[in-house]
């Protein structure tokens, strides 16, 4: 696509949506009401601590991150434990910041850490502000990534030959 085209009209900043995308079998484009209708709701209770806002308290709704970016089919063998651990997840705000997550921690054979994609944050409706990645196991609040515009999914190769490797 041209650098200077237009953007569609449905860009996930414009409508609180966010595409989930990389190596998967059904990319997707999903909004907060999508969120809220397609998987089993949860509640989270978290404390996380911010370098400049100190301890923040907030309750979180939404779905389990796994159970929808598990329904875009990443290009694993689910029936393969050692095959899932290789992939990662990049998830991005529309500010530009972003983190990664591996995929381990959130499968339920590994970490099981319930990280949620919420629908809520406290009182608010997350609908036009786009959804929010909720890490109860996270001390701090970095990975708590508001409006998130898209979430990738995939794999890092290790270099070939690492022992022969210069810097
Ligand atoms: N999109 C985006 N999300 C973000 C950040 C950011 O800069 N951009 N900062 C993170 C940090 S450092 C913290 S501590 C929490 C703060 O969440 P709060 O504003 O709800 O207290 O948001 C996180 N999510
Ligand atoms: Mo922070």
Excluded at 23 to 34: F, I, K, Q, R, Y
Excluded at 123 to 136: F, R
Aim: hydrophobic share 35%; proline share 8%; with cysteine.
């Amino acid at each position: 696509m041209s650098r200077l085209s237009t953007p569609p009209r449905t860009s996930p900043a414009r409508t609180g949506s966010f595409v989930v995308c990389g190596d998967v079998t059904e990319p997707a484009t999903l909004s907060v009401a999508d969120l809220r209708h397609g998987w089993e709701q949860h509640r989270a209770d978290v404390t996380f601590d911010c370098a400049t806002n100190g301890p923040q308290h907030h309750t979180f709704h939404g779905p389990l991150l796994r159970e929808v970016v598990g329904d875009a089919r990443p290009r694993f063998d689910p029936h393969r434990r050692k095959d899932r651990s290789r992939f990662l997840l990049a998830v991005s705000g529309g500010d530009g910041h972003h983190t990664v997550l591996s995929w381990a921690e959130i499968d339920a054979d590994f970490g099981n850490t319930p990280v949620l994609l919420a629908t809520r944050l406290d009182e608010q409706d997350l609908a036009m502000a786009g959804t929010q990645l909720v890490v109860p196991s996270d001390r701090c609040g970095a990975r708590y990534i508001s409006a998130v515009t898209s979430i990738w999914i995939g794999t890092c190769r290790p270099p070939d030959n690492p022992m022969g490797a210069r810097s």
